[in-house]
């Protein structure tokens, strides 16, 4: 799985768009960018992933640059619920293995 | 549907006794996965059941034990416990089939503390 680099924190005004960065520059062809977070205490939970357009859904969107080696999530209006900590990771999809998860950003939202 | 769920919540051991944590999940998953996550770091995977009937190790094995009971139910299990296994443990499912692949539902996490 490629290796992911994300930034240690970041913070945002509630009702102000998150964008959370993530560079994965030895991504391969066939990897997917997976984003989940983990509100303290609680087990992570999935919010989108991408191959390579850009994805929406009722959390999130993901934007992946073209050249697939780095990507943004996208809160489009932070909530003081959205503090936790995000999570990139990169893999292929299909089979049943781990997810490797890094460091990741802690991101908190300001009121 | 209760989803993933984990027993017991919290458990405090002594050095040298055995427990075994429980995970179940109600969504026909063939995919069950174990992690563990120290303090301040990721989740760590100790080891993963692909399907009914099979088991494979993770990154963090040793000291660990596994059953995949049924399709539901995958324990996990400390012969002897020591302080280093103090941890949070998180147990998951997925269905690697569905179409959005790799889309792993996690539980509530044991907090295990070992004196």
């Known amino acids: 799985d490629a290796k992911t680099t994300q930034p240690p924190s970041m913070d945002c005004a509630e009702g102000r768009a998150a964008n959370l960065p993530c560079n994965h520059s030895?991504?391969?062809?066939?990897?997917?960018v997976y984003w989940y977070r983990q509100i303290h205490s609680q087990g992570p939970q999935y919010i989108i992933h991408g191959l390579k357009n850009n994805e929406t859904n009722e959390m999130a969107s993901l934007i992946i640059t073209e050249d697939r080696k780095s990507s943004t999530l996208i809160l489009p209006h932070a909530t003081l619920r959205d503090t936790a900590v995000y999570y990139c990771i990169v893999r292929v999809g299909g089979s049943a293995r781990q997810l490797t998860f890094g460091s990741g950003t802690q991101l908190t939202v300001l009121p | 549907n209760a989803g993933v769920t984990q027993t017991p919540k919290f458990q405090v051991l002594k050095t040298g006794q055995s427990m075994t944590l429980q995970c179940a999940q109600d969504m026909n998953h063939n995919s069950m996965y174990w992690y563990r996550q120290d303090p301040g770091m990721g989740l760590r995977l100790i080891y993963y059941s692909a399907s009914e009937g099979t088991t494979d190790k993770g990154e963090v094995p040793n000291g660990y034990n596994v059953s995949r009971l049924n399709k539901r139910e995958f324990s996990l299990r400390l012969e002897s416990a020591a302080p280093s296994q103090t941890s949070v443990y998180f147990c998951a499912s997925s269905d690697p089939t569905s179409p959005n692949y790799n889309e792993q539902f996690f539980g509530p996490g044991t907090r295990l503390t070992v004196l």
């Open positions: 030895t991504i391969s062809g066939n990897e997917y």
